[in-house]
């Protein structure tokens, strides 16, 4: 380690250890200090409150291990007030009597005051989750600022359609769009803001009420979050803010018999729990889950970029992506060419803790995601793949893992079957014998369909691939942009529906079919 690599530690140190006896000071340059060092609190119809129990759980730092703060411990007691607000704000409370256009201003205002935190917000998003400051600053903050902005524009065009029936001309037939009601929404610690900001926009846009569970790993931002929607103006209930561990805290929400939708994001696991939850008052339900998403090079890709490409669609995040570049194909005659540069750049990316400006490569979130993760590099290596780059642990403190590239896979090794949410990339070959349909098929071969990117300058093989792909998202020459306007969701067992765009509106509303006899 460098002296100044020493220095960052030493400040990240003196800033965020629990039993730091520093003086808040400037000079140690964290906007993110003063927000980790208060008295953390749910939002719940309006206030501030511990968990009933009065419990509460450690927050850790992954690059340390070490705790940073402790926030509330919700059970179901929290569950049901928190409901219960919400259930209120949408049937007689204030929100029902909110206009449109109010809606809108309010979401703008909420996207300005978190654009004027973005500081803030990157650097609890990194001590939180690990991931390099330099990303969240220009892709997690900046993407939920937009994501509210886009979210303001929808709550006065939420159309209905007027409809000639079939039967006849006696009849005036319109349709209305109304807000499905109270939604739950549980969320992971991927990109918590965003998720959140993903949640949160069309919900408020199309008037409904949340009661929004943060994941248990990263509940920071989402309590900073909090705070700006009481001071934006939203009105008491509308949006409930719960910090809590899946079964206690998730499964009641899930299962409450007032919340008329839930929205969920997380493993496909869970996301199987929270369909039976919801099988009790058939509330509505929407899933965004795994992914084990092909990125596939043609021979006539422009190489720089398409090997650059795979290399972000896979260590972006720290692979913690549900839409993670993780299978890699590339044709038989640029194989070679293809793992030695996707490993050269795994060589090469700076890990680091995600506060020191110069990290590219932060800690996985958690102990346990480190372990999950770990125990996939020994079943690789097991199972007799070889390894281009990385394959293990890196520093021995904190839940670093080096980015790995394993080849020469068989499509029955658990890595190559099996989602495993870190930096590790399973490359395969094909060769020109393959036609689309053959190697569409082989991209297919997953329980999966979320997403995959193809890499070629050829067009007509980009659109038919396009077409032949069973995922939500098909990116061409690129991975892993995302935009508020674009929706986004899976196929398969990815999950049930989408998020963001004009489509998200349908997710959140009910269509009211209106007849008039003439
Ligand atoms: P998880 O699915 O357990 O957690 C996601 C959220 O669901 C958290 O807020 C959690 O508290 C909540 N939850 C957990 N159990 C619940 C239950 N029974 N009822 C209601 N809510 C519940 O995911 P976890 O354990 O954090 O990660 C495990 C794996 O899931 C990862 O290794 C990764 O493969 C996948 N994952 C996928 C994500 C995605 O973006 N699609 C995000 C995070 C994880
Ligand atoms: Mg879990």
């Known amino acids: 380690m460098s002296a100044e690599d020493f220095q ?15 003086e808040l000071d400037s000079r140690l340059g964290f906007q993110a200090a003063e927000f980790v060092r208060t008295h953390h609190r749910m939002l719940i119809d309006g206030n501030f409150v511990p968990a009933s129990s009065g419990k509460t759980f450690p927050v850790y730092n992954p690059a340390t ?31 029902s009597r909110v206009s449109p256009s109010q809606r809108g201003q309010l979401l703008w205002k909420l996207a300005d005051l978190l654009e004027s935190h973005t500081e803030e917000f990157a650097e609890l998003e990194s001590l939180d ?124 929400l899930a299962a409450h018999n007032l919340v008329d939708k839930v929205a969920f994001t997380g493993s496909t696991e869970v996301g199987k729990l929270i369909a039976k939850a919801a099988t009790g008052n058939l509330k509505k339900v929407t899933l965004e889950l795994g992914g084990k998403s092909p990125a596939i090079i043609f021979p006539d890709a422009d190489m720089d970029t398409a ?25 038989e005659a640029v194989f070679d060419q293809v793992i030695s540069g996707v490993s050269e750049i795994a060589g090469k990316i700076k890990i680091g803790h995600g506060l020191d400006p110069a990290t590219e490569l932060g800690p996985l979130v958690s102990e346990e995601q ?22 293990g642990r890196y520093s021995d403190r904190g839940y670093f893992i080096q980015p790995t590239v394993f080849h020469d896979v068989r499509p029955d090794m658990k890595v190559v079957a099996e989602e495993i949410f870190g930096p590790v990339v399973v490359a395969q070959k094909f060769s020109s014998d393959a036609d689309l349909e053959k190697l569409a098929a082989q991209a297919n071969d997953t329980v999966f369909g979320l997403a995959a990117s193809v890499w070629t300058r050829d067009i007509s093989i980009a659109h038919k691939m396009a077409r032949r792909i069973k995922a939500g998202t098909v990116w061409v020459n690129c991975h892993n942009v995302f935009d508020a306007a674009l929706p986004f969701g899976g196929y398969k067992q990815s999950g049930w529906g989408r998020e963001m765009g004009a489509e998200v509106l349908n997710n959140y509303t009910e269509v009211k079919a209106v007849t008039v006899k003439l």
């Open 370 to 391: 480190f372990e999950k993760v770990s125990a996939y590099l020994s079943s690789g290596r097991e199972e007799g793949a070889k390894i281009g780059s990385g394959g």
């Open 129 to 252: 989750n690990g991931k390099p400051v330099s990303v969240a600053r220009i892709a997690d903050v900046p993407l939920a600022v937009d994501l509210f902005r886009y979210m303001a524009g929808w709550t006065t065009k939420n159309l209905g359609s007027t409809i000639p029936l079939s039967a006849g001309q006696d009849f005036l037939s319109y349709t209305v769009r109304e807000p499905i009601g109270v939604v739950a929404q549980i969320i992971p610690w991927n990109f918590p803001l965003l998720m959140a900001a993903w949640k949160l926009g069309p919900a408020l846009a199309t008037g409904c009420t949340v009661v929004l569970k943060l994941a248990e790993q990263t509940p920071l931002t989402g309590l900073r979050l909090a705070q700006l929607i009481v001071e934006a103006g939203f009105p008491p209930g509308v949006v409930n803010v719960l910090t809590g561990f899946g079964e206690p805290c998730g499964a009641p």
């Open 65 to 95: 291990g070490e705790v940073i703060c402790h926030v509330p411990e919700a059970d179901h007691n929290d569950v049901d007030k928190a409901v219960v607000a919400a259930r209120r704000a949408f049937d007689s409370g204030p929100w």
């Open 307 to 331: 090997i650059a490409g795979a290399a972000s669609a896979i260590f972006f995040n720290q692979g913690q992506c549900c839409c993670a570049g993780s299978r890699l194909f590339a044709h």
């Open 8 to 22: 960052i530690e030493d400040k990240i140190m003196a800033t965020f250890a629990p039993s730091s006896e520093v």
